[in-house]
């Protein structure tokens, strides 16, 4: 079965941490691009990070010196790292890949070099007291 799966969210007080993954299925994503991304609830997706195949990783601003992505190609899963995490934090997180296995996602999203065009379904992630 082709799939992509983000796991890990959850609800979490304001300075705590998380670590979600993203295990692809199906396919192998060795020479891919792997980005995660967010959509708080009325607002517009938003890339958070990336990692491209030669290990070359990204950041948006709001995330820089908190979040680190990270990936094991043996076990074809990639990691977001979230550390002192914010209330502005809370969405729904996604990974997503250049790898076309899931095109029929039907979403296109160009950042930081990579075509992303295979979606997960999302992990819900709440930071509240």
């Known amino acids: 079965q082709v799939q992509l799966v983000e796991s890990g969210g959850g609800l979490v007080q304001p300075g705590g941490s998380l670590r979600l993954s993203c295990a692809a299925s199906g396919f192998t994503w060795e020479h891919n691009g792997i980005g995660w991304f967010r959509q708080a609830p009325g607002k517009e997706r938003e890339g958070v990070s990336a990692i491209d195949s030669d290990g070359s990783t990204y950041y948006t601003n709001s995330v820089k010196g908190r979040f680190t992505i990270s990936r094991d190609n043996a076990k074809n899963t990639v990691y977001l790292q979230m550390n002192s995490l914010k209330s502005e934090d809370t969405a729904v997180y996604y990974c997503?890949?250049?790898?076309?296995?899931?095109?029929?996602?039907?979403?296109?999203?160009?950042?930081?070099?990579?075509?992303?065009?295979?979606w997960g379904h999302g992990t819900q992630v709440t930071v509240s007291s």
């Open positions: 997503a890949t250049d790898h076309p296995a899931l095109l029929g996602s039907g979403i296109s999203w160009y950042l930081w070099g990579i075509a992303f065009v295979s």
